[in-house]
């Protein structure tokens, strides 16, 4: 059995765990920053309401063992912890979670392929929320039959504007080029993006014509979704303004121009991808005011799209379960006939 790590561990004994050098990768070191040095040498379970994040949020006790014990479990049993998207020392990188069975042998027909969902965490940009909107649901999709990825990308400077948007076509494109390996169907790859994450899923897909990436990798293949799902997202820069979310992408000053640009409702147009957009009437966060932004951007460009606007539920619920939204995910899925 693997050696799992617990509440009475240290900060300190997770952070020099041999096994767990690539605990970056998936729970943001800005989490554990502002911990102080006495608190670091104390069990984890003493620190939930001692320690704060440098946002000043709770310390995520439950979000650090849950990477932490994901990444001991792969090794373990020899698995793939995270792929690469680049090949130099960027950081960003997809978490896979996929089906161990293949659907049949035809391997050299798409249509007996898997289809795959690549799931895309919020933060304001300011780091990757891989433990509360990525992991949970991949290991979701997977149990319904999808090949997933979570895609860690690199937010704050100097990986602001444009990295992330760089980030997330280069894994569109990394995942079709690799389809035949990862057991993908090239033609069915969805992108699900929460919060921050729906506006980068949302922004690649409306500018991805222009995004730049390494052209001579990825040469001749697609940047564009099959389509998109955004989970309470934020959607426009310019009304209903989610101050943390446009000052850690672009800045303090940004210009009008890229504020235009980066507001979905004025980049949208009869090519963007199929969605399906989501959120709660009681979103204290990210106004729901985003989802009806786009939802009328893509009325009036022509979109095939669904919005859906639960009662109740709040901000960054994931999958939702316990709440009004927790059927969202088997909606979204029937909406693209995958469910």
Known sequence: MPEYVTEKNTLNEILSNPHLKKLDLLFDPSYYAEVPGNLRKTWLKNIRTRAKTER????????????????????FNG?????????????????????????????????NKRPAVIVVPGGAYHHCAVY?????????????????????????????????????ASAIQFI??????????????LVMGFSAGGHLAGAEAALYKEIITDEERFEGISKKPDGLILCYPVTSFLRYTQKDTVKWLLGDDAEDSILNKMSLENSVDQDFPRTYIWCCSDDATVDPMHTTLLNDAM??????????TFGSGGHAIALGEGTEAQGWLKEALQFFDMG
């Open 132 to 168: 509360r909107e990525g992991i949970p649901v991949a290991e979701k999709l997977k149990e319904m039959g999808f090949n997933a990825f979570v895609l860690s990308y690199e937010c704050k400077k100097p990986f602001s504007y444009p990295a992330p948007l760089t980030d997330m």
């Open 79 to 111: 698995e793939i912890v995270t792929i690469p998207i680049y090949k130099d020392e960027r950081k960003s990188c997809l978490i896979p979670f996929l089906c161990e069975e293949k659907i049949s042998s035809e391997d050299e027909d798409p249509a």
């Open 299 to 308: 009325e009036k460009a022509g979109v095939m799209h669904k919005m859906h």
């Open 176 to 189: 079709r080029k690799n389809s035949e390996k990862l057991n993908v169907d090239p033609h069915k790859i």
């Open 56 to 75: 000043g949020t709770p310390f995520p006790v439950d979000g650090l063992l849950e990477c932490a014990n994901l990444i001991i479990e792969r090794r």
